[in-house]
């Protein structure tokens, strides 16, 4: 793990400490906030350089504390994950047990009226998404 270039900023891989519920709460915080205000690098958003700067994030976790969570967050057990391309692969399957909590619990409180429409309009998305759907006919055909 040392010498691969990707893990180069990763010495937190040996001091690793377990996630409190304070952490969880604030690293979350932190995803919905880059959700409003989109920076180009994850970096970015503990920039202490005067035209970026951003002292939100750093007055809730450290960059190296962010980064390790984020790369060792798992929802799921990799022993039955299948790879991409390959028979059976599910594209959520790492998230999958928190899209089903997420999803009972939203049919759990929102139970629609008698009268409902439903609109197939896109949103635009210029991410990186393996599943993206692409319908020409649309003002936004990627989304």
Known sequence: ???DPKYKDYAYVKEWQKVTTK???GFLLILIHMGYVTKKKIDDYW???EFTDSSFCGKIMSRKRFRAILSLLHFNDNKSYI???Q???DPLYKIKPVYERLQAKF???YVPLKEIAVDEAMCPWRGKLRF???LKDKPTPGG
């Open 83 to 85: 790879p991409i391309n």
């Open 87 to 89: 028979v059976g692969q």
């Open 107 to 109: 049919q759990e409180v």
């Open 132 to 134: 993206k759907v692409y």
């Open 47 to 49: 920039s202490k350089d």
């Open 23 to 25: 952490e969880m709460k």
């Open 1 to 3: 793990m040392g010498k």
